[in-house]
């Protein structure tokens, strides 16, 4: 099944981000070398495709798993949690129906 997870951004995290960006790709492209990622894409905090100092809100990651535990673990362990450029990640199950 698809799951949404909407990693939220601490204030101010852009320096934290850069410290776990490597990480943090790495594991999407695992997702997506098993055929498993649908989209994962950062929210910028302004109406820009590159928002500068002002940085980003949160990401949001699309990708299945066998379960909501299985989705919740994922993202409980991604980098940017740890390295605290998240402050946690809201999971949710996600219904695709276009395209």
Do not use: N
């Amino acid at each position: 099944m698809l799951y949404m997870i909407h990693g939220i951004d601490a204030r101010d995290s852009l320096k934290r981000r850069a410290g776990g960006r490597d990480a943090h790709l790495a594991r999407l492209r695992a997702l997506a070398d098993e055929a498993r990622l649908i989209l994962a894409g950062p929210l910028p905090a302004i109406d820009a495709e590159d928002p500068g100092p002002a940085g980003f809100t949160g990401s949001l990651v699309v990708a299945e798993f066998d379960s909501l535990e299985q989705a919740r673990t994922w993202a409980d362990e991604d980098p940017y949690i740890q390295c605290g450029a998240w402050t946690g990640a809201e999971v949710r199950p996600f219904k695709r129906v276009l395209p």
